[in-house]
């Protein structure tokens, strides 16, 4: 009799998903990889539609032999069996039983109908999510995520707008403001709130990933050969525009993060590609119960979370790029193949993707120390300004229900206002409200990872099985 080999389910197929789908696999384990793209790759590796028939489409990436090792090593062990990738998934919930572990996904575009997969182990990579912080005008029709127009450029070979401008902070501006270029974008302008002495300061930490500062530099050369003006300790205060955006305010910042009166000018675009950051994704993880440390979810050196039976890997554990996903990704593959096969795991085997995370994470955490959102920026939203989309709260509604109706936590906030009711559940809307009302951040311990129908919740759920 053939000895049932156990099932660890990957969610999410980008940079940790993937390498921990092929570390897994080549240890005895069988994997299934339920992504929700149509393609393998994340939001690092998103690949034009096959009927834009781009011819370079390598030119729209970082590390791209990375990418093709990595997508053989899929073809391959797909094709031995040991691996199952479904596609067009999004799940939905993971319910821990006696025996395992459920996920739950919706199929396809119209995500009107539930699947059930049976596992032994799951593994988290969800990665992470743009932090949108409200402005006056940040609803205008051309104003969008830097990562939207990244992932309308991979994906769909389109721009944002003829003229645009970068703005917020973080790492991920520059290779989006050199991308566009790259593709025929004028970019007027990359608009960058941090402060270059926050570098300086934190020189000793950058200096553990050399390779991360060459790149940095890199896309600098680049944006200097198109003639992208770069405004450092800039920040945008307003977008204007009737029907849709036509233009910007930009003002220096002082040393404490608020504009300088008189440095205010106007940029013309038509296209604001905007970010404050990233967030780990982590509604799976609130689900099932993982603790988290700070956004993050919480792992130990082997990548577990303090659920047994769980693993996490990548962004869901902190931003940290593509590399330190990778790293951990690899570790978390090797962990779930010996733990789920009874066997205890060997920590030399992956040294040297240890010694990678524990560089890249220092790292990173110098440069999320360097980079961060102007300190006083909720001082500028008005009171008009839109703060929840979803319901079409103001900033002034949420701002009385601290000021003059006695609300201490967001939680409270949006029972008083419905701020963060809607479509996203507070998913985008809550780190703008936070800072706009004063009220810290807290775990949501949301059951559900994402809107789903009646509908889907009443019928029974169509199984896959185990493999």
Sequence with gaps: MTERRPVLAVIGAGPAGLAATLAAAARGVRVTLVDSASAPGGQFYRQPARGLGARRPQALHHRWRTWQRLRSGLDARLAAGQVTCLSDRHVWCVERESAGFTVHALLGPDQRESVALQADGVLLATGGYEKALPFPGWTLPGVVTAGGAQALLKDGLALPGRTVVVAGTGPLLLPVATGLAAAGAKVAALVESADPREFVRRARSLAGAPAKLVEGAGYAAQLLGHGVSVMVRHTVLEAHGSERLESVTVAALDSEGRPVPGSERRVRCDALAVSHGLLPHTDLADGLGCGLDGPAVRVDDEQRTDVPGVWAAGETTGIGGAALSLAEGHIAGRSAAARL???????????????????????????????????????????????????????????????????????????????????????????????????????????????????????????????
């Design 341 to 467: 096969r009874g066997t205890t795991p060997d920590p030399g085997g992956w040294a040297p993707a240890a010694r990678t995370r524990t560089r890249l994470r220092a790292f990173f955490a110098g440069l999320d120390g360097a980079y961060a959102p102007a300190a006083h920026w909720a001082e500028q939203v008005t009171d008009e300004t839109v703060v929840c989309r979803c319901e079409e709260v103001s900033a002034g509604a949420v701002r009385e229900a601290v000021g003059s109706l006695g609300a201490g936590d967001l939680r409270t906030v949006k029972l008083l206002t419905r701020a963060g009711m809607g479509w996203c559940q507070g998913r985008m809307c809550e780190p703008g409200v936070a800072g706009v009302t004063g009220c810290a951040p807290a775990p949501a311990r949301r059951l559900l990872a994402r809107p789903v129908p009646l509908g889907v919740l009443a019928a029974p759920t169509e199984p896959l099985g185990t493999q």
